[in-house]
C-alpha cells in the first residue's frame, strides 16, 4: 500500500539553527513527494514538492531530495526562523491518482 | 482572495444532528477533494470529484456520509446522524485539470467540527 511516516514531533530548535524532518514512504509505483505546512490558524500550503528520483524541491530556504533507494524525503533548512513554526506534513501522490497521502505532521517550535 | 474557501469555520453540534459543510474551489479548477484530519493526525483522504463526478470515496465515507458537487462549481458534504467520532477537520482542496500526480492540491481553512 501506500503510506507516508514523518519523525514524532514536537521539535524546538532555537533560531538559526539546522533543521531536518525525517520523511520515509512507501508507495507502488512511481509516486512524486511533498512537503506541506500549516501555520497556526490556517490552512496547508505546498512548501515544496519533487516529482521524481533525485529530484531536489527548494523553496523559502528549505530543500528536501527524493531518494528512491532510501524511499525517503527529508526536509532541511540550514538557518530557521522564529516564523517557521509551524506544524510540517510530508506527503506523496501516485501518479494520476491524484489522491494524497499524508504523515502524522511534525511541529516545529522556533525560539529566538 | 481567490483561494479555496470553505463555510462554515466552525461548527458545533449535538449528536444525531445533521451538518452539512460547503467548499468553493479556486474557479478554474475542475478537481475537488476532501480530507478529514483529526488531532495530531495528517489529513485522510475522503473523496474526489472531477467537475460534478464523483469518481473516487474512501472507506472512511461511511453511508452516514454524503458529498456532491452539482454544476461542477461548490461542493457539500453532508454528515447525517452525528456521532463523537465525527468531530474533525474538514479540509476541502482543488488542483487543476491537468493530468499527472505532480498537481499541486490548494486548501481551503478547513471546517473543524465538534459532536457534544
Known amino acids: 500500500g501506500n503510506s507516508v511516516t514523518q519523525m514524532e514531533g514536537p521539535v524546538t530548535l532555537s533560531e538559526e539553527a539546522f533543521l531536518t524532518i525525517n520523511c520515509t514512504y512507501t508507495?507502488?509505483?512511481?509516486?512524486?513527494l511533498f512537503w506541506y505546512v500549516q501555520y497556526p490558524g490556517e490552512g496547508l500550503q505546498l512548501l515544496l514538492k519533487?516529482?521524481?528520483?533525485?529530484d531536489k524541491g527548494s523553496n523559502k530556504g528549505f530543500e528536501a531530495t527524493y531518494r528512491k533507494e532510501t524511499t525517503s524525503f527529508h526536509l532541511e533548512k540550514g538557518s530557521v526562523q522564529v516564523s517557521d513554526s509551524a506544524v510540517y506534513f510530508c506527503a506523496l501522490s501516485r501518479y494520476n491518482f491524484n489522491k494524497f497521502y499524508f504523515g502524522s505532521g511534525t511541529k516545529l517550535n522556533v525560539k529566538p | 482572495d481567490t483561494g479555496v474557501s470553505q463555510d462554515p469555520r466552525h461548527k458545533i453540534t449535538k449528536r444525531g444532528q445533521n451538518v452539512t459543510f460547503r467548499c468553493d474551489p479556486i474557479?478554474?479548477?475542475?478537481?475537488l477533494y476532501w480530507y478529514r484530519q483529526t488531532l495530531g493526525q495528517g489529513p485522510e483522504f475522503l473523496t474526489y470529484?472531477?467537475?460534478?463526478?464523483?469518481?473516487?470515496k474512501s472507506r472512511l465515507l461511511s453511508d452516514r456520509f454524503s458529498a456532491e458537487r452539482p454544476k461542477g462549481s461548490f461542493s457539500t458534504l453532508e454528515i447525517q446522524r452525528t456521532e463523537q467520532g465525527d468531530s474533525a477537520m474538514y479540509l476541502c482542496a482543488s488542483s487543476p485539470n491537468t493530468s499527472g500526480s505532480y498537481n499541486e492540491q490548494f486548501f481551503g481553512p478547513g471546517t473543524r467540527l465538534t459532536v457534544l
Open positions: 470529484f472531477q467537475n460534478e463526478a464523483q469518481l473516487e
Open positions: 474557479s478554474e479548477h475542475n478537481r
Open positions: 519533487a516529482t521524481k528520483a533525485d
Open positions: 508507495a507502488t509505483g512511481y509516486p512524486s
